[in-house]
Nanobody, 121 residues
Framework: QVQLVESGGGLVQAGGSLRLSCAAS????????VGWFRQAPGKEREFVAA?????YYADSVKGRFTISRDNAKNTVYLQMDSLKPEDTAAYYC?????????????????WGQGTQVTVSS
């Protein structure tokens, strides 16, 4: 069982930055692929970024968001720069042992509770 806890959300003006953290309980966390997803009110949850041996990004965040991990701290980060109002959503991290298909929500076995990001115009 893997427990994931997100942090770092908040209110920021357009053009600003935030760094989200996803802390995991698993001692073998380095073996897991981790994804970030987001869900805005009234919309479906969507893929944002993922990291395994490579990194993957949604087109909407490419060049603005950076996913990274620190296995010594069992933590994955999502650095979000040049934020836009349309980035406003609850952000969730998720983990899976699979190294492929990381844009797919059903692929993930463990989910955090989410952290809210609000970008004002």
């Amino acid at each position: 069982q893997v427990q994931l806890v997100e942090s770092g959300g908040g209110l920021v003006q357009a053009g600003g930055s935030l760094r989200l953290s996803c802390a995991a309980s698993a001692r073998t966390f380095s073996s897991y692929s981790v994804g970030w997803f987001r869900q805005a009110p009234g919309k479906e949850r969507e893929f944002v970024a993922a990291i395994s041996r490579s990194t993957y990004y949604a087109d909407s965040v490419k060049g603005r968001f950076t996913i990274s991990r620190d296995n010594a701290k069992n933590t994955v980060y999502l650095q979000m720069d040049s934020l836009k109002p349309e980035d406003t959503a609850a952000y969730y991290c998720a983990a899976t042992l699979r190294p492929y298909g990381l844009t797919s929500i059903p692929l993930y076995d463990y989910w955090g509770q989410g952290t809210q990001v609000t970008v004002s115009s």
